[in-house]
């Protein structure tokens, strides 16, 4: 509020609002909105405070006053004259070819030769090395899938020949001429080693495509394995099932709501969320005393603007109903609680109970709706409304220090202000507290 006087007085500048009694009106409502402002924050300022700030903008519409008085009586700036047009040459005139050429000559841009590239050098090619272990390692495993008396390759050598050549694939090992001379193994464990091992021989390529697919692992597999792996399926598919059913049986049981969710509308000044106040009205809670506000029977208790009128309605079942819009010029309505409640109430925890629904033409997606006692204003409780009854609610103390001699008001502001759009209220109650909830 530090800069409300510049803002104050540009705003009626724009405006252009010369008339004293158009500009009082519009004193008046930011004083208003001031005072509201002071009365709602939390924690709440001390009421010296509060004055202080409301002499300051007093002061600050009287200075804005005097400078406007100023500044509207005086003359209007004369305006420029228009400049005159650019002379153009005589008709029938051609312009110069020599006077529209460039001054300089535009240079051909000059292209440099393609830098020629060099090809990489090819990689050295080393051949690969032969692993005598690797091939008994899976000569091995070849024999424990199976039985070579059965299903014998037709490349592989008899066993005269395997006694005679035992090493017949490492003595036909040689490095490339590039790395030097042959490879030879100086660890002599090793070459003892080799010499007492049978010959190993790899396996052929149709028994490496045959294991390779999933289908001949498969076959390959033991009953043990294809029982263990049938078992896992079948558990892992149980357990889906069993969490589609809890599933399905929750959103069975569950009760689903009236009218599917609106999206909630940013509610300025804060407040609680609309499943708050659904649970809120739904709590029981000590209640000393109800007071009911409307019942759907007298409309006349709302407060509203010529433009935007309060319309009594009854649906077919014969039950009364308010129905509250908002305008450009008013965001909604207001019901006065009258000076025996409020004074009843003041100091007091209270509750504060409205059943509505959207209009049945051109009805609001949510609501607000907050208490007012003189200049203090509870928070703003957003509500999104369905197209059945459901009860709101808020939960408030009251401020024990009455400052209007009229009463209390409940403040409802449905939809969008100046959207046109309508909320039906079917009751309004307030209910006195023995105690805060919680």
């Known amino acids: 509020m530090s800069d409300f006087y510049s803002i104050l007085k540009q705003s009626i500048v724009d405006r252009r609002l010369t008339k004293p009694g158009q500009r009082e009106e519009v004193y008046g409502q930011a004083r208003a909105a001031m005072i509201r402002k002071l009365w709602s924050f939390d924690p709440p300022l001390a009421e010296d405070e509060i004055d202080t700030r409301i002499g300051t903008f007093d002061r600050a519409v009287e200075r804005i006053e005097r400078d406007l008085v100023a500044l509207f009586a005086a003359p209007p700036s004369r305006s420029l004259p228009p400049r005159p047009p650019r002379a153009q040459p005589p008709p029938g005139e051609a312009y110069d070819e020599a006077d529209m050429a460039p001054a300089t000559a535009p240079v051909p841009a000059r292209r440099l030769p393609p830098v020629p590239t060099r090809a990489p050098a090819p990689a050295p090619i080393r051949a690969a090395r032969h692993d005598p272990l690797a091939e008994r390692s899976a000569a091995i495993e070849e024999a424990l899938r199976g039985d070579y008396a059965e299903t014998e390759p037709e490349d592989w050598p008899s066993a005269a020949e395997a006694e005679a050549a035992p090493d017949r694939h490492e003595d036909a090992w040689e490095e490339p001429e590039e790395y030097g001379e042959p490879y030879e193994d100086d660890d002599a464990d090793t070459q003892a080693y080799r010499a007492d091992e049978p010959p190993a021989f790899p396996a052929t390529q149709e028994a490496r495509r045959r294991l390779a697919s999933p289908a001949a692992r498969w076959s390959e597999s033991s009953e043990r394995t ?62 000393v005393q109800a007071f009911t506000l409307f019942d759907g029977t007298d409309p006349t208790v709302f407060e509203s603007s010529s433009d935007n009128p309060v319309q009594f309605d009854k649906d077919p079942g014969g039950a009364g109903l308010a129905r509250v819009s908002s305008s450009t ?26 059943v509505a629904r959207a209009a049945r033409e051109n009805g609001a997606a949510n609501m607000r709706f907050a208490y007012q006692s003189g200049m203090a204003l509870s928070h703003w409780q957003a509500a999104n409304l369905a197209t059945g009854d459901v009860s709101y609610a808020l939960v408030w103390r009251v401020p024990r220090m009455q400052t209007d001699p009229n009463g209390d008001y409940v403040l409802i502001e449905p939809g969008i202000p100046g959207d046109g759009t309508a909320a039906d209220i079917r009751s309004v109650r307030l209910d006195l507290l023995a105690k805060e909830p919680g």
């Open 226 to 287: 294809k029982i263990r792996l049938l078992a896992g399926a079948i558990g892992a598919l149980g357990i889906v099932l069993l969490a589609t059913g809890i599933y399905v049986a929750s959103s069975l049981l569950s009760p689903g709501p009236d009218a599917p969710a609106q999206p909630s509308l940013p509610v300025a000044g804060g407040g609680g969320t609309p499943q708050a106040a659904t649970a809120t009205a739904a709590e029981s809670l000590d209640v």
């Open 329 to 354: 010029s008013n965001p909604g309505v207001r019901l006065n609680i009258g000076p025996g409640i409020a004074t009843r109430l003041a100091g007091q925890p209270v509750r504060l109970v409205i």
